[in-house]
Nanobody, 118 residues
């Protein structure tokens, strides 16, 4: 059974930093694309960042210059370094992976809470 497990969430003051990790297990295949999404209270889940197997990255405008996505294929892990965090970044952050054999299938983690508050 394929599992994506996020870690690294928590509470931080505005201007602070957090690093999220997402480790995949149970898969005998690679993920062509891995990414991060977030869902704030009362809002729909939104795209944050994605990285391809060739390390091409895309970010939502609101996090450009502050967040960095990276991956370690040997460890089946994707990371999200978040700097200069603001209260509007508060959300549950979800890891997503698309297998190399299908771009229409998504694997999701259970989510990790990020709270930015003074």
């Amino acid at each position: 059974q394929v599992q994506l497990v996020e870690s690294g969430g928590g509470q931080v003051q505005p201007g602070g930093s957090l690093r999220l990790s997402c480790a995949a297990s149970g898969n005998r295949f690679s993920f062509s694309v891995m990414g991060w999404y977030r869902q704030a209270p009362g809002k729909e889940r939104e795209f944050v960042a994605v990285i391809t197997s060739s390390d091409s990255t895309t970010y939502v405008d609101s996090v450009k210059g502050r967040f960095t996505i990276s991956r370690d294929n040997a460890k089946n892990t994707v990371y999200l370094q978040m700097n200069s965090l603001q209260p509007e970044d508060t959300a549950v952050y979800y890891c997503n992976g698309k297998p190399v054999w299908s771009s229409s299938i998504d694997f999701w983690g259970q989510g990790t809470q990020v709270t930015v508050s003074s």
